[in-house]
């Protein structure tokens, strides 16, 4: 029933700034910890950033003090603004629930959304 629809992606320069959206229905939006996770080259997701219910936010070591986490309880969304982007953060970007374990945040639900694609070019 959860329903995830990620916006905002796009072609940006290195240096540039990118501000990512996600939409959730279907869920108990506000008592879930949320999570964005990107697809590189291989068919991975790996766990970029996350965000709890209360708003404690964490942040993958690679994208820490660049890239920002938030969410919006009253309109069911969660965002990322990234900033000063290089091309090792281009990739599929998708948003998830949000499981914690062992230091790391790892994908809640099996379903996932058709993710927004981060193109990191001159």
């Known amino acids: 029933q959860v329903q995830l629809v990620e916006s905002g992606g796009g072609l940006v320069q290195p240096g540039g700034s990118l501000r990512l959206s996600c939409a959730v229905t279907?869920?108990?939006?506000?008592?879930?910890?949320m999570g964005w996770f990107r697809q590189g080259p291989g068919v991975e997701r790996d766990w970029v950033a996350s965000?709890?219910?209360?708003?404690?936010?964490r942040y993958a070591d690679s994208v820490k003090d660049r890239f920002t986490i938030s969410r919006d309880n009253a309109k069911n969304t969660v965002d990322l603004q990234m900033k000063n982007v290089n091309p090792e953060d281009a990739g599929v970007y998708y948003c998830?629930?949000?499981?914690?374990?062992?230091?790391?945040?790892?994908?809640?639900?099996?379903?996932w959304g058709q993710g927004t694609q981060v193109t990191v070019s001159p």
């Open positions: 965000i709890t219910s209360a708003g404690s936010t």
């Open positions: 998830n629930g949000a499981w914690f374990h062992d230091g790391i945040n790892y994908p809640k639900w099996d379903y």
């Open positions: 279907g869920s108990f939006f506000s008592s879930n910890d």
